[in-house]
């Protein structure tokens, strides 16, 4: 049997008269009719999540078919968002983002950048701020470095590039970027991370921006990635939380089978790639409070979130996890267990990471953690969480079931003996950076590199 299909787009074929749309739906169906078909299904795509119903379009079709031969046969499907891609005709693809070389010789290469939606003249609009990457020769200055973007939103679906008026450029290796307003004058401020010194740009009310991370005192010079804004503390002014990836040197990247990195850690399913981050010494985090005239001080140590272990941080979020009020700290981590930091509603932090299930995928094993997204999917009341990993491995929606406890959502073929089982065994994990060695070789692929 010989079976066409006739697709129907409700959405867009309301911009065309329904005459026009039998007259070619019919016209195509004489073709399937003369050409040997003998069946035509009738595929309606809705584009809006309130109609699951046949459009008049589609069942007019059907009822002056029915005098040809064909059998035909209807199929409604339902699309709840309809995204077409507008980038050109916004504006945007004037942004290239660049990461080292085709090669990606080493680690920094990677990792991408990050964006900030943000409405920094408070016009009521959102404006774009899109970070880069760079290059090693830029980064040793052989050649001009990459530049962030920030594009100013005309109002009418299209964008324009204010980068140099606004003084934004960073010109550095970004890996993150977060917006808050950390003086309470009302105008959002940007806290890039880079590789390398960051950035902390304060809003100056006129469209322009004056990078004060050197007076302020966050300038750190590591590899620093995702930051996040929230104020821990409750003194009204919002602190900031910087993860460090790895430690990494320019001039001296590290080679597969010398210093402490052996070769399987510069391999990919057996084939060799740059190493890391298994193998890399870790960058610590960065907590910094708000100290209320313009300079933060460094407390990580003391609030118990100094990552002192280096694992390869890449993205946070403060947020209440537990809904007692108080800010916590999730802190997505690259090939080591991720780290949840409960609010002890006196300055410090208890890390609750094993006990709480989001150190560790349901089957005890840490991912590549890669960013965090955050959201009441279930609509329980209880914001959950799901993280971005490396190939090969599966994302994880971490269910929030209260208590400061999360369920891995995805892995939820397991059976609930199964999940204390792994949990109690991961809690008597060693916390260390090579923990990989610890857990069963068979759960465990040492030689993947993220
Ligand atoms: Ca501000
Ligand atoms: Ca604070
Ligand atoms: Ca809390
Ligand atoms: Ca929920």
Avoid at 274 to 290: I, S, V
Wanted: glycine share 10%; proline share 5%.
């Amino acid at each position: 049997m010989k079976v066409g299909v006739l697709q129907f787009f409700s959405w867009p074929e309301r911009r065309v008269a329904i005459e026009t749309v039998y007259e070619r739906a019919l016209e195509r169906i004489e073709v399937m009719d003369r050409t040997g078909y003998d069946a035509v299904w009738l595929a309606e795509h809705h584009f809006h999540s309130f109609s699951v119903c046949p459009s008049v379009h589609m069942l007019g079709t059907m009822a002056a078919a029915r005098t040809k031969r064909l059998r035909i046969g209807t199929a409604v499907s339902l699309a709840p968002f309809y995204h077409p891609d507008v980038t050109k005709q916004a504006g945007l693809d004037i942004f290239h983002h660049r990461s080292g070389t085709r090669e990606k010789t080493s680690i920094i290469e990677t990792p991408g950048s990050g964006v900030a939606l943000l409405d920094y003249d408070d016009d009521g609009w959102l404006y774009i701020y899109l970070l880069n990457g760079s290059t090693i020769a830029a980064f040793k200055g052989n050649e001009p470095p990459p530049r962030a973007m920030l594009l100013h939103n005309n109002q009418d679906g299209t964008f324009t590039d204010v980068t140099n008026k606004a003084g934004v450029a960073n010109e550095r290796w970004g890996f993150g970027v977060a917006v808050g307003d950390y003086d309470n004058d009302g105008w959002p401020d940007i806290y890039v991370a880079n590789f390398g010194k960051n950035r902390l740009y304060h809003n100056n009310h006129d469209g322009t921006f004056t990078d004060v991370a050197e007076k302020a005192g966050v300038t750190l010079g590591g590899w620093s990635t995702g930051p996040t804004w929230g104020d821990y503390d409750h003194d009204g002014r919002l602190d900031l939380f910087v993860p460090g990836y790895v430690k990494f040197d320019a001039d001296h990247p590290p080679i597969a089978g010398q210093g402490n990195i052996p070769p399987n850690f510069c391999q990919f399913r057996g084939i060799a790639v740059m190493c890391g981050p298994r193998g890399l010494p870790g960058e610590r985090d960065h907590l910094f409070h708000n100290n209320g005239d313009g300079t933060f001080t460094d407390v990580s140590v003391k609030a118990g979130v100094s990552d002192p272990d280096g694992y390869f941080g890449l993205a946070a979020v403060f947020v209440d996890v537990d809904d007692d009020g108080w800010i916590d700290l999730l802190v997505a981590n690259d090939s080591t267990p991720n780290y949840f930091y409960r609010n002890r509603h006196d300055g410090t932090f208890e890390d609750v990471s094993y006990g709480s299930g989001f150190a560790l995928s349901e089957d005890g094993r840490e991912q590549a953690s890669m960013g965090i997204a955050v959201g009441d999917y279930n609509r329980d009341g209880k914001v959950d969480f799901f993280t971005t990993t490396f190939s090969d491995d599966y994302k994880t929606l971490y269910r929030n079931e209260g208590g400061g406890n999360f369920a891995d959502a995805v892995a939820g073929n397991l059976s609930s003996a199964r999940q204390r089982k792994n949990r109690s065994s991961a809690l008597r994990q060693p916390r260390h950076r090579h923990s990989c060695a610890a857990i069963r070789r068979s759960e465990c692929d040492c030689s993947r590199t993220p």
